[in-house]
Structure formats: structure tokens, C-alpha cells
């Protein structure tokens, strides 16, 4: 390992950017749907290497930018698939677009490089470098998902999605706290090659240290999956739901000649009999799956209605307009709820718009020809947030429509809480990518975190009913066209983050650069007496 670290450290020129741009793509076979978690261990042991081994800051922020990129191009790259719906017009943007976001998204592992570099010094110890490592990354993940508007996709914490029991710290920390096990653990094999004395107790150590650590966080999940399952597995009485994925390509989703019949078959659908009682109390319609005016067609509405079940509801996206000749004249990414006589009896407005997806930012001060690349001419406008949506016949739900799914801490309403998250998305932009993978990797820690259950309904994938315990109940895979019923979770206590919230994060990494500094501190003490 020693002499390993130091031809990392001596790499030079373009073999030591390109060293970090392949460490960075590694890494992201362990994100969904890979889940390839040893990879990180090379990964943020290479980084460690790089960044905090020769060298000053700005060469830690260089090793970090490269890093990122890579990691970025990597775990983004099918984003080019939304661009290629409509290539005659958005084509052209793909490599801006891709190479654009690798860039400015790798500032974040850059700074967060550097200030690991910064905090431990170059005669910090060796467990201490990788703890300052840790504490950076998230602390600039966490940054991620605030400036500009935030985007916190790709989460090192995500990588644990494929076990409902490593996840479950996320009830405490949330999915910040499940990236800082992650990164310290995998970075802490390159403290073995900055021991230049006691080699094979340092390797004892290590090993002992990464094992052990493992062990308590899947016992610590083992107990609260064990002490919550019979609970969570509870189901709302007189609710069934059905989820309708409709499958429907997104280059024909909002053709003229093709829009009506999107409709009707979903209609169709929704009323296809149940295989096996009881019969659903709830239809679930996707983000958009009424490319209509819903609330200006009372006809559409009265169709539509033949779908919803006696005493029920269906809840479906649609577009929302301002009224005729307002000015200026607005468009929402809206759900409706609507009742048996087809009268829209809730409505929420997507609040956490995606830009260029859903609007331009600066608006006034961008050319023209650059436009947004969802339907229409007219930039989305946002809603309010997050409220406690009421359903007849059910609780009333969250409702989160597309990437709103993404962000902690900021998915339920302060001050009542709701008794499910109910996200409606429409990941056929995307095509059969690793994209849906991690979209519906993300939701399903807010389960977690907030202790309700999520339902979530996609065009194309993926559609699923999960428990509070980030448990899948049922699920349609991607590019499968069907309905799934299944029963409402019941919602649990509400968990420590869920008091907490996403601000916790930084409160808590503050607390552990204090400690780390005043270690530093009182080592540089004893060194000097």
C-alpha cells in the first residue's frame, strides 16, 4: 500500500488528471442500479491519495475537480436522453449539456478537496486526513443541494438502497449521515499507505475498523427494521390503490394526434378488474398523464370519472393554466384529485421546478432561442411547497411531483403532518438508463427518513409502493406498461430527522470539525512539549 500511494501521489501532467476523472467514474458503479459498494474503497482511497498526499491546496482542488467530473459525467450521462426526444431542436446541447453539468458539479468535490487539504494540514495523522476527507465531501454534498436552487442527486448515501437495513440510519441522520459512514469507510484503506512504521498493525487496525464499522450500522438497522417491521407492516384500513403505468414513449406523449387516446387508455386501465379482492378505492395517475387542460374540460373530467372508484379518487398530473385573458398568462405542473362526479376537489402545483426542464433561469437575460424542454412556449410557474393534500377516503398525502422526491428535509409541510408522500414522475425522459434507478433510489430514503410511506407512480418506470421502512411492497419495472393494487402503508412516529431536518447536517459536521481541530490542536501540543 505504501508503495502504491506513492506512485499515486507521483503521478504528474495528464496521468494524474486522468487518474482522478477514472477514479470519479468508478465510483459510480456503486450507485444504483449497480450497487458495486467495494469500488469506493478504490475510489476515495485513490482520492485521499491524491488530494492529501503530496502537494498544496490548489493541487487537492484540481484532484477534486477531475474527480468530480468523472463522477458526474458518469452518473449523469443519460440526462442526454431528454435532449434526444426532440433532437431536431435540443440535440445539439448534449455534449454542452453533459460536459456543462461534469464541470460545474465538480466544484463541489474540488472545494471540498481543498478544504480537507486545509483542515488537516500536512503533518496530520493518517485516520485524521480521512475523517477531514469525509467531513468535506458531505459538507459540500450538503452545499450541493442548497446553491442555486440545489441538486442533490447521486448521494454517496445512496449506494445502500439495495438493503432496507442499511438504510435505516437515515431515521436519525438522513441520507448525509449514511454519505459520512460511507466516505470515511471507503477512504480510511489509505491511511495503510501514509503508515510508514507498524505496517501490519495498521493493516489489523484498519481492517478491524471498516469491518466492525459495517457490522454495528447493519445491526443498528437489524434492530430498527426488527423492533418497527410488525408495525410498519401495518396497512389503512378501506384503502387499496391502484397504480397505473402507462408506459407511454415520451416523443409521442404530447402528440396532437395521439393525446386523446393517451387518455383513454389509461382510462382503460384504471378500470380493468382487479384480480383479487378487494376491488381498489384509489387510482394513481402519473406526473402530466393528462396532457389537458383538466380544470377548463368539464367533458374530459366526466370521462375520466368513469375511472374513479364508488366513495374513492383519482389523482393525476396535468398542466394547470391561469384563466383565459389573465395577464400575464401562467402554466402549472399541477396534480388534481378527482372524485367520482369528476370534480377536481384538491389541486397541488409542482413548487421545485427543474431549470431549463421546466423554465429558463434569468429569463430576462438569456437569448431567446434558449428554451426550456418540456412542452409548450410559456415557462412553468412554482406553487407555494409542500402541504398535507387532502384525499377523500384516505389520509391526506404530500404530494411531490417529479424531482421534489430529491431534496431531505423538505418533503412534508411544517406543522401537519401528512400520512404518505405521493410522488408522481415521468422518468420516460430518460429512456431504459440508470437515471430512473437512482431517481427512485432518492425517494425512497425519504421514506426513511421521514418514517411515512411513499407512493409513487411513473409513465414509464418506476412505480412502486414502499413502507415507512423504505420496504418495497410492489412495484412495475421500468418499460413495463400494467397496474399494481396494493394496500396503503401506515405511517410510523415520527423519527428523529423528521424533528431534525435537513439542517441537522451542517450543525453536525460543525460539531465534528470542532473535535477534529481541537485534536490537531492539542497533537501539535504534545509534539512541541
Not at 164 to 174: D, E, F, K, L, N
Not at 498 to 524: E, I
Request: glycine fraction near 10%.
Amino acid at each position: 500500500m505504501i508503495a502504491l500511494r506513492r506512485r499515486v501521489e507521483e503521478l504528474t501532467g495528464w496521468r494524474r488528471r486522468a487518474g482522478a476523472f477514472v477514479l470519479g467514474a468508478l465510483a459510480v458503479l456503486a450507485l444504483p442500479p449497480f450497487h458495486v459498494v467495494p469500488v469506493l474503497a478504490v475510489s476515495f482511497t485513490g482520492l485521499a491519495w491524491l488530494a492529501l498526499g503530496s502537494g498544496g491546496i490548489r493541487a487537492a482542488f484540481a484532484a477534486g475537480w477531475w474527480f468530480g467530473a468523472g463522477f458526474f459525467a458518469a452518473g449523469l450521462y443519460w440526462l442526454a436522453n431528454a435532449l434526444l426526444v426532440d433532437a431536431a431542436r435540443f440535440g445539439w446541447m448534449v455534449p454542452f449539456a453533459i460536459g456543462g453539468l461534469a464541470a460545474g458539479l465538480g466544484l463541489f468535490p474540488a472545494a471540498a478537496c481543498a478544504l480537507a487539504r486545509l483542515g488537516a494540514g500536512r503533518a496530520a495523522g493518517a485516520i485524521s486526513r480521512v475523517l477531514w476527507l469525509a467531513l468535506a465531501f458531505v459538507a459540500l454534498e450538503w452545499l450541493r443541494g442548497v446553491v442555486l436552487t440545489g441538486f442533490p442527486w447521486n448521494l454517496i448515501g445512496t449506494v445502500w438502497t439495495f438493503s432496507s437495513v442499511m438504510i435505516q440510519p437515515a431515521a436519525w441522520t438522513g441520507v448525509h449521515g449514511l454519505s459520512l459512514a460511507t466516505v470515511a469507510l471507503a477512504a480510511l484503506p489509505a491511511a495503510l499507505g501514509w503508515r510508514e512504521s507498524r505496517a501490519a498493525h495498521a493493516r489489523i487496525v484498519v481492517a478491524g475498523v471498516v469491518l466492525g464499522g459495517l457490522a454495528v450500522w447493519f445491526a443498528a438497522g437489524l434492530a430498527r427494521v426488527t423492533a418497527l417491521g410488525p408495525e410498519a407492516a401495518g396497512d389503512v384500513a378501506g384503502v387499496r390503490l391502484r397504480l397505473v403505468q402507462p408506459a407511454i414513449p415520451q416523443n409521442l406523449k404530447w402528440s396532437p394526434d395521439a393525446r386523446a387516446g393517451h387518455v383513454v387508455k389509461q382510462v382503460e386501465m384504471s378500470r380493468t378488474p382487479s384480480p383479487s379482492p378487494p376491488s381498489p378505492t384509489h387510482v394513481i395517475w402519473a406526473e402530466t398523464a393528462v396532457p389537458f387542460y383538466l380544470e377548463r374540460d368539464a367533458n374530459l373530467r366526466a370521462f375520466i370519472a368513469t375511472a374513479v372508484p364508488a366513495g374513492g379518487a383519482l389523482i393525476t398530473g396535468a398542466p394547470r393554466a391561469s384563466e383565459p385573458g389573465a395577464d400575464p398568462f401562467r402554466v402549472w405542473n399541477s396534480l388534481h384529485v378527482l372524485n367520482p362526479s369528476g370534480a377536481i376537489v384538491a389541486t397541488y402545483d409542482k413548487a421545485h421546478l427543474v431549470p431549463f426542464g421546466e423554465y429558463v433561469p434569468l429569463r430576462a437575460w438569456v437569448p431567446g432561442w434558449i428554451a426550456k424542454i418540456t412542452h409548450g412556449e410559456v415557462d412553468f410557474s412554482s406553487g407555494p411547497g409542500p402541504v398535507a393534500l387532502p384525499i377523500p377516503g384516505a389520509p391526506p398525502a404530500s404530494p411531490l411531483i417529479c424531482y421534489e422526491a430529491i431534496f431531505e428535509g423538505r418533503v412534508v409541510p411544517k406543522g401537519e403532518r401528512p400520512g404518505w408522500l405521493l410522488n408522481l414522475t415521468n422518468d420516460a425522459w430518460y429512456g431504459m438508463s440508470p437515471g430512473p434507478y437512482q431517481h427512485f433510489a432518492q425517494a425512497r430514503l425519504r421514506a426513511v427518513e421521514e418514517g411515512l410511506p411513499l407512493v409513487r407512480v411513473a409513465n414509464n418506470g418506476i412505480s412502486a409502493i414502499v413502507d415507512s421502512l423504505g420496504r418495497v411492497r410492489a412495484t412495475l419495472a421500468l418499460g413495463r406498461e400494467g397496474v399494481v393494487d396494493g394496500p396503503l402503508p401506515v405511517a410510523l412516529a415520527p423519527t428523529l430527522f423528521s424533528f431534525s431536518g435537513t439542517w441537522s447536517t451542517p450543525f453536525a459536521l460543525v460539531m465534528f470539525v470542532v473535535v477534529l481541530s481541537f485534536a490537531r490542536f492539542g497533537r501539535k501540543r504534545r509534539i512541541m512539549l
